[in-house]
């Protein structure tokens, strides 16, 4: 598990969209705060899932609406990939 999964995913995000990783808290909601539409919400995934190394189910997308929801799924992913 990264050290700072949080900082990580911030960073992350924000490359992807274009905006600064202070500008994002686990509160900020993709569709409504940052504008992400539903190629950018595809971007995010793919990012993830290559930087940690993980697999986001199709199903789990959609609900993953907040830069915390993001940071849950990747703990729970990592977390089933270290069993």
Do not use: C, H
């Not at 202070?22 to 930087?51: Q, Y």
């Not at 697999?55 to 609900?63: A, G, L, M, Q, W």
């Amino acid at each position: 598990m990264p050290q700072n999964l949080e900082q990580e995913v911030k960073e992350l995000i924000a490359g992807v969209i274009g905006r600064e990783p202070e500008e994002l808290k686990l509160e900020t909601n993709f569709w409504k705060d940052l504008g992400v539409d539903s190629i950018k919400a595809i971007e995010i995934t793919v990012a993830i899932e290559r930087k940690f190394k993980v697999s986001v189910r199709d199903e789990e997308i959609p609900k993953i609406t907040t830069v915390g929801q993001a940071v849950a799924v990747i703990k729970g992913a990592l977390e089933k990939k270290a069993k």
